[in-house]
């Protein structure tokens, strides 16, 4: 069984586009992130949602949001896409109650954008 | 700005030997510090967790050291084998629900 899954796996698409990314965690976890990790393979904070709080890190651009229809999903909307978008964006969960903070990834996406 | 360093970008190590990669933080007050494995085309994979109050913790072959006066972590891997080769990640945490802050890794290799 998969623990936190994200689709599509790679994404290609043209600049001014919008899209979306699906993560989905089956772990029952209350907490879910979303990471950026650049083209130099440094692994980025962008969101933590955490019962319904959203935590968002200062340097994302606002052309990013995430939207949690459930405690088991949380995906990444993108408009007006850049050519900077392009990464590979992970998706994690956690259990922070009970102060188990290891977080579980799911495979990433690899966006394009062209 | 909050800053982790981790040690040389690759790392050589012949099998059979420990491995020791090197965190080192500024400006971070972590209350635990977490080690991942990154295999190419994957997500990081949890290895270990070590909490401000604690010196030392032991897996199987891992053992990390926390040293919060220094700022600084040591991950081992005793008895090397090439399976071990990857990009390790060192994390640090607030104890929130604010993400983790990763240093930028260190590339593994485990010769036979």
């Known amino acids: 069984d998969t623990a936190v899954s994200q689709t599509p796996k790679y994404l290609v698409t043209q600049m001014g586009n919008d899209k979306s990314i699906k993560c989905e965690q089956n772990?029952?976890?209350?907490?879910m992130y979303w990471y950026k990790q650049d083209s130099k393979k440094f692994l980025k904070i962008m969101f933590s949602?955490?019962?319904?709080?959203?935590?968002i890190n200062e340097t994302v651009p606002n052309r990013f949001s995430p939207k949690s229809p459930d405690k088991a999903h949380l995906n990444l909307h993108i408009n007006s896409l850049e050519l900077g978008d392009s990464a590979v964006y992970f998706c994690?969960?956690?259990?922070?109650?009970?102060?188990?903070?290891?977080?579980?990834f799911g495979p990433g996406t690899r966006l394009t954008v062209t | 700005s909050q800053k982790i360093e981790q040690n040389s970008e690759a790392l050589n190590i012949q099998e059979g030997k420990t491995a020791t990669l090197t965190c080192n933080y500024t400006?971070?007050?972590?209350?635990?510090l977490q080690w991942y494995r990154q295999d190419p085309g994957r997500g990081p994979v949890f290895l270990l967790l070590?909490?401000?109050?604690?010196k030392e913790k032991r897996k199987e072959r891992l053992k990390v050291t926390f040293d919060t006066t220094l700022k600084q972590s040591l991950f081992h891997i005793t008895a090397s084998q090439p399976a071990d080769s990857a990009t390790y990640l060192c994390?640090?945490?607030?104890?929130?629900?604010?993400?983790?802050?990763f240093g930028k890794g260190t590339h593994l290799i485990i010769q036979p």
């Open positions: 994690a969960s956690s259990q922070i109650q009970g102060f188990s903070y290891e977080q579980y």
């Open positions: 772990l029952g976890h209350d907490t």
């Open positions: 949602y955490n019962n319904k709080e959203l935590i």
């Open positions: 400006n971070y007050s972590p209350a635990y």
């Open positions: 070590i909490r401000e109050n604690e």
């Open positions: 994390a640090l945490g607030s104890g929130g629900a604010d993400g983790l802050t």
